[in-house]
């Protein structure tokens, strides 16, 4: 078998892989409500496949670094919420999804021009979500209305989170850790979820389940963080399960904080 056509079979099992991922966590959103469904949507059910295809093709230098440059796009993500929940408000799909999508490009750009450290990525995500997660806390409760999925919603899905693998892995032969860190957090599940939901249960429903994400996003920017402390000191394949506990760690004391606090 040539390398080329290797290449090519490898990289369609990754993509279908993460398609599977995706789908399946957002069909578990949608029948969940908007708390869970927001904590299964901040699961690394994109980024975490793509950085697992990462650490098969590069070592585990490249996986710190391209950690290292993930952990601001992680604080541009909260934006891409916020500013898509208060278009929602108002506003259709295309304009909402397009907004918070453009805030996030701008910020990823920007996040290029400077040399990070940890501190900083860290000090940055803490500014951002201190200001963001008190003005998400408004959206945070709406009622879920009953939803029909249509023919198309799978396809669109498996196609979107797909065509994002394909070119994390394929780009990541040449633009370098820095470059494939911030591609492989392009929130592909939220904007999907965006685009599909919002134009059949509304604006205010779906703004709902991305608001309920921002305590999700936190925990994840804690798990990028670790990836690249213990990716150079345990390997890259242990970093990754540890980043991959922190979340679900996370996540999970999320649920049980929010059921204590329902019992009370």
């Given at each position: 078998m040539s390398p080329e056509l290797a290449f090519l079979l490898t990289l369609a099992l990754r993509m279908a892989i993460t398609a599977a991922f995706v789908v399946s966590a957002s069909v578990i959103t949608e029948r969940s409500g908007p708390v869970i469904g927001a904590l299964v949507a901040t699961l690394p059910i994109s980024a975490g496949p793509s950085y697992v295809f990462l650490a098969l093709d590069h070592d585990a230098a490249f996986i710190a670094e391209g950690a290292l440059a993930s952990?601001?796009?992680?604080?541009?993500?909260?934006?891409?919420?916020l500013t898509y929940v208060v278009l929602a408000q108002r506003h259709h799909a295309?304009?909402?999804c397009a907004g918070g999508v453009a805030v996030w490009l701008v910020l990823a750009a920007l996040s290029r021009t400077v040399e990070w450290?940890?501190?900083?990525?860290?000090?940055?995500?803490?500014?951002?979500?201190?200001?963001?997660?008190?003005?998400?806390?408004?959206?945070?409760?709406?009622?879920?209305?009953?939803?029909?999925?249509?023919?198309?919603?799978?396809?669109?899905?498996a196609s979107l989170v797909a065509t994002l693998v394909a070119i994390v892995v394929t780009l990541s032969r040449w633009v370098g850790p820095s470059v494939s860190g911030t591609i492989a957090l392009f929130p592909i599940v939220f904007t999907s979820m965006m685009l599909i939901l919002h134009p059949r249960i509304g604006g205010r429903p779906t703004a709902a389940v991305i608001a309920n994400g921002g305590w999700g996003l936190m925990g994840f920017g804690i798990a990028i963080?670790?990836?690249?402390?213990?990716?150079?000191?345990?390997?890259?394949?242990?970093?990754?399960?540890?980043?991959?506990?922190?979340?679900?760690?996370?996540?999970?004391?999320?649920?049980w904080i929010g059921r204590s606090k329902l019992a009370r």
């Open positions: 952990l601001p796009i992680n604080a541009a993500t909260i934006w891409l919420a295309f304009i909402s450290s940890l501190a900083g990525g860290l000090l940055i995500n803490a500014v951002t979500f201190a200001i963001c997660l008190p003005l998400l806390r408004r959206f945070r409760h709406v009622k879920m209305p009953l939803i029909t999925r249509r023919w198309y919603d799978i396809p669109l899905r963080a670790i990836l690249h402390v213990t990716a150079l000191r345990v390997g890259s394949a242990a970093a990754l399960g540890l980043a991959l506990a922190t979340c679900v760690g996370w996540n999970l004391a999320l649920w």
